[in-house]
């Protein structure tokens, strides 16, 4: 039986960590055993075989170890947990491993790719963002960065994610170890990014001689789907306005909250803005016509906002997919995005807009002009879109193709 093993940050929780299940999912599907290894596992059940990184606080020490030096990349205090994660390398044996969310402060990874170098296995690793081609952080859009395509150095985002209090800048040594590190697997390693800009940027990056391809991301669409019921409308009060839905799971400034804010201010009053994922201290900021959600993991909660809403608002300037972009659309509610970064792709005429980033007036018009054709104008279009091109069966099959097909030619 052919094994796969994926190590990311998270284990059926986040959105990594979901989209790892159904990789697992569609291995186990295809006759494979399937093997996760991750430092925060999620509530829910797995159904592959788990494997627990680190000890329940252990990723607090590597964390604070970043804060002061900037070392996200080999920490002295992820030694351990990288070595115990290799030694069940050993013990598995797998015939594919499956890199996802590799920075996070939970692993030494110049332990870890100095090990994948001596290995004769095939290496794949999903890109979510841009952190593997910089020396510091995972965007760089929204400041109109380019340091990454020559050598990073002064970096801006110092206390931005992968968090550092400033105090030392290692972006020009983080830099060349990542060079160093992820060009020395040769033909091992085969990168997927999650949409055609992300890929765009890696051909511009030192990695651009590694092989590379896009797989989009693909959502259960047994799950999200059409849902009928407004229960959980109801006890907001909401069932007599339009509803411009925005979910994001850490909002900021990359995610548009001012943006948001900026347009509830100008909005009729038969419009309200409902928002998931925020803090308390955000929620409590916020303007009477913007109702706050705190985080949830429940997806059939999260299904009746999407079908509920009138349109999925997405003013994000930084995003490698939209996940929830295309989960909203899942549920037959068109989306409007910002024409940034790779959120354009998800979009079409017929499933919704895209609108110039911060034009809040435009962004007035545009929603009134969706909102004038009806949502059933857009509702099977939108349907479709995510049947056809991001569904989680079709497009988690595609990894399925690429690992036999690198065991094949490995072979």
């Known amino acids: 039986m052919k094994t796969l093993f994926q190590i990311n940050l998270s284990v059926n929780c986040l959105s990594t960590g979901k989209i790892a299940e159904d990789i697992g999912m569609a291995a186990m599907h295809a006759g494979w055993k399937s093997y996760i290894a991750g430092a925060v596992i999620g509530k829910n059940p797995s159904k592959s075989n788990v494997i627990k990184i680190g000890s329940s606080n ?9 804060l002061l030096f900037d070392n996200h990349c080999l920490g002295l205090s992820s030694r351990l947990a990288t070595k115990r994660l290799i030694a069940e390398i050993e013990r598995i044996k797998p015939n594919i491993i499956q890199l996802h969310t590799i920075h996070a402060y939970y692993l030494n990874l ?3 790719f100095e090990y994948f170098a001596t290995i004769d296995i095939p290496i794949v690793w999903t890109l979510h963002d841009c952190w593997s081609f910089t020396g510091h952080c995972a965007y760089f859009d929204a400041i109109g960065c380019n340091h990454w395509k020559t050598h990073c150095q002064k970096c801006p985002q110092l206390k931005e994610y992968p968090k550092s209090l400033g105090l030392i800048d290692n972006s020009w040594n983080n830099y060349n170890l990542k060079k160093k590190l992820f060009t020395s697997l040769d033909s091992r390693l085969h990168l997927i990014t999650v949409s055609q800009w992300l890929l765009s940027l890696v051909k511009e990056s030192f990695l651009s001689g590694v092989h590379s391809e896009v797989i989009y991301n693909g959502i259960n669409t ?6 009928n019921n407004n229960s959980f409308i109801s ?3 909401f069932e007599n306005k339009k509803i411009l839905l925005g979910v994001a799971s850490a909002w900021g400034e990359r995610k548009g909250l001012k943006d948001y804010i900026a347009l509830s201010k100008i909005l009729p009053d038969d419009i309200r803005i409902i928002l998931v994922g925020l803090k308390k201290e955000q929620i409590n900021s916020l303007p009477p016509n913007i109702i706050g959600i705190e985080k949830t993991e429940n997806v059939y909660q999260l299904t009746e906002l999407y079908s509920n809403a009138s349109i999925i608002l997405n003013l994000s300037v930084e995003e490698t997919f939209g996940l929830t972009t295309v989960e909203g659309m899942a549920c037959g509610t068109p989306g409007i995005v910002y024409d940034k970064t790779a959120s354009p792709e998800l979009i079409t005429t017929e499933t ?3 609108v110039k980033a911060h034009d809040i007036q435009s962004l007035k018009k545009t929603i009134e002009n969706v909102m004038a054709k009806d949502k059933s104008w857009y509702s099977q279009n939108c349907i479709n879109r995510v049947q056809t091109f991001f569904n989680a069966d079709k497009q988690y099959k595609k990894y399925i193709e690429l690992y036999d097909s690198l065991i094949g030619t490995h072979n």
């Open 235 to 237: 006890t907001l009060g």
């Open 58 to 66: 252990y990723i607090y020490l590597p964390y604070f170890e970043s």
């Open 222 to 227: 047994n799950i999200y789907k059409p849902n």
């Open 352 to 354: 919704g807009s895209i």
């Open 110 to 112: 110049k332990l870890l």
